[in-house]
């Protein structure tokens, strides 16, 4: 029951509404601008400093959401081909729930034109986000999609067939598609500008003065 709590904090994509509640537009996350800049610096001397960049975030496997072997060597080549026309340099960084085979094949199908992350490294997470021209993120993860609209770049989603249905992701794609904050991810790069998304400090914000 709503009541039960003073105030209730909720993606929009949840359909969670009352007067307590505080509705997000994707989900709320710890990063901030100023951390993200902090880490600029992180990955520089690993990269070719005569190119930009195009950085590929992977997430892992949901139910939801098949991480096959097909399905992303679908993602890779198409990330890659991307790389190779574009003349950038591809970055990759995986997260907490991608695989140890998806990190392998990540580097046998693009270690020659991407800097592969093998470990979940936060400093070259936040170092990427900062570098990038571009980011590409698969779809299973709200979160780490949402913590990448705070950079104002253009967003790639990397899509994966479902297994079940994905009702909840597919209303968090719909508005952050009619924010201009996300494109799916296909043969073309292009460059977008959009209202940087700082949920977590305008809700904060709303809170602080409930509280006076």
């Known amino acids: 029951n709503l009541n039960n709590f003073n105030y209730i904090i909720a993606p929009e994509h949840d359909g969670l509404f009352g007067e307590n509640v505080f509705s997000t537009k994707g989900a709320i996350h710890y990063l901030t601008k100023k951390e993200i800049n902090n880490h600029t610096d992180y990955l520089k001397d690993r990269l070719n400093t005569n190119k930009n960049y195009f950085l590929l975030i992977l997430g892992g496997p949901t139910k939801h959401y098949d991480y096959s072997d097909e399905n992303i060597l679908n ?19 995986p997260s907490i729930r991608t695989p ?14 991407s800097l592969i992350i093998d470990k979940v490294d ?58 201009n904050i996300i494109k ?29």
């Not at 990330?79 to 960084?93: A, C, R, T, W």
């Not at 140890?100 to 034109?113: A, H, P, R, Y």
């Not at 977590?200 to 409930?210: C, D, L, N, V």
């Open 122 to 179: 936060k400093k070259a997470y936040l170092s990427a986000l900062s570098l990038a021209k571009y980011i590409a993120i698969t779809c299973d993860s709200i979160s780490m999609i949402s913590e990448a609209a705070l950079t104002g770049k253009p967003i790639y989603v990397a899509d994966i067939p479902t297994k079940k249905n994905d009702y909840r992701i597919k209303k968090f794609k719909e508005l952050f598609t009619k924010l």
């Open 75 to 93: 993602i890779f080549n198409l990330f890659n081909d991307l790389v190779k026309k574009n003349n950038l340099q591809g970055i990759v960084v």
């Open 100 to 113: 140890k085979d998806i990190i392998s094949l990540s580097k046998n199908k693009l270690g020659s034109n």
């Open 184 to 212: 799916k991810l296909d043969n073309k790069l292009e460059t977008w500008h959009y209202e940087i998304l700082d949920e977590t400090s305008r809700i904060a914000g709303e809170i602080k003065k409930k509280l006076i």
